[in-house]
């Protein structure tokens, strides 16, 4: 049933999510995280994964579970993610010295929440200025961008950017940031 809906509504990644939800994270693993992380994580994003799910159903492929790394993101939960909305990453040329700082930059103080295939990725940032914040990230050009709401060009938050996929999703809403993917 739900391949069939994802064939009608022609929402991208839908055959691979199949609209399940994953289970919600236990206590004793997201208190494991939280030490790692040295702090709480955005609230928004805590209740989901605490009460909703940790996983599943959403943008591309799909919510990835917390502490999700793909092939050659090492993630450095102990630091702050550096960029924010009024100062991006926007990124440098493959393989340059300013692509492999960035990178390691990147990588600070954040999660990785979907998977857009072809190096890209939607990050949670989970420290610093930007915390609680959806961005878009290429790890080939170490790019990384605030996804913004369409109508108050604002960053969005966790709950926004679900919310943002979910009116996609029904067809009662036009494409959001990089919801089409890119490959």
């Given at each position: 049933m739900a391949e069939a809906a994802a064939r009608a509504w022609g929402v991208p990644g839908a055959e691979w999510h199949r609209y399940d939800l994953s289970r919600p994270i236990g206590r004793f693993?997201?208190?494991?995280?939280?030490k790692r992380?040295?702090?709480?994580?955005?609230?928004?994003?805590?209740?989901?994964?605490?009460?909703?799910?940790?996983?599943?159903?959403?943008?591309?492929?799909?919510?990835?579970?917390?502490?999700?790394?793909?092939?050659y993101i090492e993630v450095d939960y102990s630091a702050d993610f550096p960029f924010s909305a009024d100062h991006p990453c926007l990124g440098a040329e493959e393989e340059s010295p300013e692509c492999e700082r960035d990178?390691?930059?990147?990588?600070?103080?954040?999660?990785?929440?979907?998977?857009?295939?072809?190096?890209?990725?939607?990050?949670?940032?989970?420290?610093?200025?930007a915390a609680g914040q959806v961005w878009w990230y290429w790890s080939e050009r170490a790019m990384?961008?605030?996804?913004?709401?369409?109508?108050?060009g604002a960053p969005v938050t966790f709950l926004d950017w679900y919310d943002l996929w979910l009116t996609r999703a029904a067809g009662d809403g036009k494409p959001i940031g990089s919801f089409e993917g890119f490959c």
């Open positions: 693993a997201l208190a494991a995280f939280e992380l040295g702090g709480r994580l955005p609230e928004e994003y805590r209740q989901w994964i605490t009460t909703v799910a940790d996983g599943g159903a959403g943008p591309i492929h799909g919510l990835l579970p917390l502490a999700f790394e793909p092939l990178t390691l930059l990147i990588s600070q103080g954040m999660t990785v929440v979907t998977d857009e295939g072809c190096c890209r990725y939607n990050i949670l940032v989970l420290r610093g200025p990384a961008l605030p996804i913004r709401h369409p109508e108050t």
